[in-house]
């Protein structure tokens, strides 16, 4: 099946740096890739689109000036948590779109990105 | 705009009890429906999907329905194991993906 990695996997830094976060997918070619952050007993909340060779699509009230998106190839999407601070901790997850064989479309998740931010 | 409400766990079973889980939705149109699941430490896997009314998504003995006369998609297991305690979502894709806020699962030897 179709295989998304994230790097790193856990990250801690220090208030006021910046932090980037890899998206790949590994076996297939993404057109696009989302961005999600997921809270504590909470589900996945969508931050933004990426799409290959354009400007990501952000979600209400996702600041695009901090969570810097970049799709620069069909098999990696990266994300820049830019000065980061204590609330910016959260466990970040990508996934790739592709297509479903019989029609439709689906995700495929990275195994997700833990921050911690001192 | 299209979402999904699913059942708020915990659910607490003991080993070989019967599983449901409810999941309704709101969308336009003919959107795909997919449960996804979580185990702890690890990320979301898809566990089962369809893409058009009546159909059935199966997978390692779960199965959901595609009701769009009642606009659901309940999971299902007859007889669950301790190694399926994990969190499950349901979603569905319309132009983009929606996700329930996820139960939580755990099986009990």
């Known amino acids: 099946g179709a295989v998304v990695s994230q790097h790193p996997s856990r990250v801690i830094c220090k208030s006021g740096t910046s932090v980037k976060i890899e998206c790949r997918s590994l076996?297939?070619?993404?057109?696009?890739m989302f961005w999600y952050r997921q809270f504590p007993k909470k589900s996945l909340m969508l931050m933004a689109t990426?799409?290959?060779?354009?400007?990501?699509?952000?979600e209400q009230g996702v600041e695009k000036d901090k969570f810097l998106i970049n799709h620069a190839s069909l098999t990696l999407s990266t994300l820049t948590v830019t000065s980061a601070h204590p609330e910016d901790s959260s466990f970040y997850i990508c996934?790739?779109?592709?297509?479903?064989?019989?029609?439709?479309?689906?995700?495929?998740f990275g195994p997700g990105t833990r921050l911690l931010v001192l | 705009g299209n979402s999904v409400t699913q059942m708020e766990g915990p659910v607490t079973l003991s080993e070989e009890a019967f599983l449901t889980i409810n999941c309704t939705y709101t969308a336009t149109g003919y959107p795909s429906l997919f449960w996804y699941v979580q185990y702890p430490g690890e990320g979301l896997q898809l566990l089962l999907k369809a893409t058009k009314a009546d159909d059935k998504g199966s997978n390692k003995g779960f199965e959901a329905t595609y009701r769009k006369e009642t606009t659901s998609f309940h999971l299902e297991k007859g007889s669950v194991q301790v190694s399926d305690s994990a969190v499950y979502f349901c979603?569905?894709?319309?132009?983009?993906?929606?996700f329930g806020a996820g139960t939580r699962l755990t099986v009990k030897p």
């Open positions: 990426s799409n290959e060779g354009s400007k990501a699509t952000y």
């Open positions: 979603a569905l894709s319309k132009n983009d993906m929606r």
């Open positions: 076996d297939f070619q993404a057109t696009t």
């Open positions: 996934s790739a779109g592709a297509a479903l064989a019989g029609g439709g479309e689906t995700q495929y």
